[in-house]
């Protein structure tokens, strides 16, 4: 059973308005693109499986998997002012909860161009909101792909990318395997299966990995983290097993989590390295919100309609208003009622004063 389209789409409305709140502007784009774009980067892709189809010209099309590659194709490469871009696009895919092709709303933001820190910090907080406004129970989860590259610079690519999967996937006993056939020195592999095994508060995580990786490789990244903590508070976890794919990804990645879905239902970060092999000069980083994840939210259903039920005998209309609108502005849901309706679940009732 699906999730009640009134549902996704309020969601989709608060998410979208909070990104024109920071100054971001909608991107809107065809439902289709060259195939060839999808086939050089299918790594980057959350499915390989892609629809095809040849138009009237003999050119090979694709049904939009993603939307990322869309606007880094289409959109300007100016690598020294920013473009601060939203998108609410059906993209079309094979979906983890059905296993067969689905028109997916999708919703997310890229900011592109001269990226700073304070870029990847405002990215992470509306990270952080975005979450918020589907769940109050949420968690947002943040790496740095820098340190373990700084780790590993030294081995090809194919090494690399091997353990880089197996921090992902916390197999600390693949891990060492694969350090001692590439030749990782026992020290930096054992740095590795610690990194695998620490995540949690960044107060917590920090000082550890400070602790593990200063004199062995150049700390900023780490330096980064830390300011980015402090700033950003709330439910934040420090993971270093939230790794990406490393020919397209690099710095600050992060997933993003709510109670009731097994998967991260918001993904994203720095990916600069894809800005770079489709010859742009430009960097970027940004996320996506995989709305068909929420559909899960309907095995947890909410234990109260409301959080308010506002009762009025015979009050002015402008007092009941007022009374509505201030308990509204505190966050809250209202249904207003001369009596309380049978079976309505609600968390506290007030009266009009």
Excluded: W
């Excluded at 059973?1 to 989709?12: F, G, V, Y």
């Excluded at 909860?97 to 304070?118: K, T, W």
């Excluded at 509306?126 to 780790?151: F, M, N, R, T």
């Excluded at 150049?218 to 330096?223: N, S």
Aim: aromatic share 8%; hydrophobic share 40%.
């Amino acid at each position: 059973m699906n999730l009640p389209l009134s549902m996704t789409e309020s969601i989709a409305f608060r998410l979208r308005s909070l990104y024109r709140r920071y100054g971001y502007s909608q991107y809107k784009m065809s439902k289709f693109e060259e195939y060839d774009l999808y086939a050089r980067n299918k790594d980057f892709l959350l499915s390989e499986n892609v629809i095809t189809f040849t138009d009237l010209s003999g050119k090979l099309l694709a049904l939009k998997p993603d939307v990322t590659l869309s606007i880094v194709k289409n959109s300007r490469d100016d690598a020294v002012g920013l473009q601060k871009l939203y998108y609410h696009e059906n993209v079309y895919r094979v979906s983890k909860n059905s296993q067969g092709f689905r028109e997916i709303q999708q919703v997310g933001l890229e900011c592109l161009g001269n990226i700073d820190d304070y870029c990847i910090l405002e990215v992470l907080q509306l990270a952080q909101k975005s979450l918020e406004q589907i769940s109050g129970d949420s968690v947002l989860e943040v790496s740095h792909l820098g340190l373990i590259s700084a780790l590993t610079e030294n081995l090809s690519a194919d090494r690399k990318a091997e353990i880089f999967r197996c921090v992902g996937s916390k197999n600390a006993h693949e891990l060492l395997a694969v350090c001692k056939e590439a030749g990782v020195e026992d020290k930096i592999a054992e740095i590795l299966k610690a990194l695998t095994a620490i995540g949690g508060a960044p107060d917590t995580v920090l000082p550890r990995v400070k602790a593990l990786l200063t004199g062995i490789v150049d700390t900023k990244p780490l330096a980064l983290l830390e300011q980015l903590s402090s700033l950003l508070g709330g439910k934040l976890r420090i993971d270093f097993s939230v790794v990406d794919d490393i020919h397209y990804y690099n710095g600050i990645v992060f997933k993003g989590f709510v109670r009731g879905v097994p998967d991260a239902v918001l993904s994203g970060g720095q990916y600069d390295k894809l800005m770079q092999k489709l010859k742009r000069q430009s960097a970027a980083i940004g996320f996506a919100v995989y709305l068909d994840l929420l559909e899960r939210l309907e095995q947890a259903p909410e234990e109260y309609d409301v959080d308010t039920v506002l009762l009025y005998t015979d009050e002015p209309i402008s007092q009941i208003n007022a009374a509505a609108k201030a308990l509204m502005e505190s966050g809250k849901s209202v249904a207003v009622y001369r009596q309380i309706p049978d079976g309505l679940r609600y968390r506290e009732a007030k009266t009009v004063r």
